[in-house]
């Protein structure tokens, strides 16, 4: 995974360290770049409609979206020539 727009997951990610990243988000973002980082195939994300996966269009178009709470969202684009996450942030949507 390269380039976090959101520092807070950058350091959850690279030094399992939660600060800066909602606290009550932390186990979930754990969980979900767990399986990110060992996603094969981006169709893999359609196995998980508890995390209501779904492409983004528009100017986002060729993002992805993952529930974390009720507002907030883990977003990222999948680089298909390097077969890498990134771009990946955390934003409240509403």
Known sequence: ???????????LYADDAA????PDTVDK???MLAFLDDMED???LRAL????????TGDRKGSWS????ANCRLTFRIDATEREI?????EDYH
Request: include cysteine; charge should be positive.
């Open 49 to 56: 409609p508890s995390w209501k996966v779904h492409s983004l």
């Open 19 to 22: 600060k800066g990243v909602p």
């Open 1 to 11: 995974m390269r380039n976090f727009i959101h520092k807070g997951l950058m350091k």
């Open 66 to 69: 993952l529930s974390v709470t």
């Open 29 to 31: 973002l754990r969980k």
């Open 42 to 44: 981006p169709e893999e």
């Open 86 to 90: 990134c771009d990946m942030n955390l």
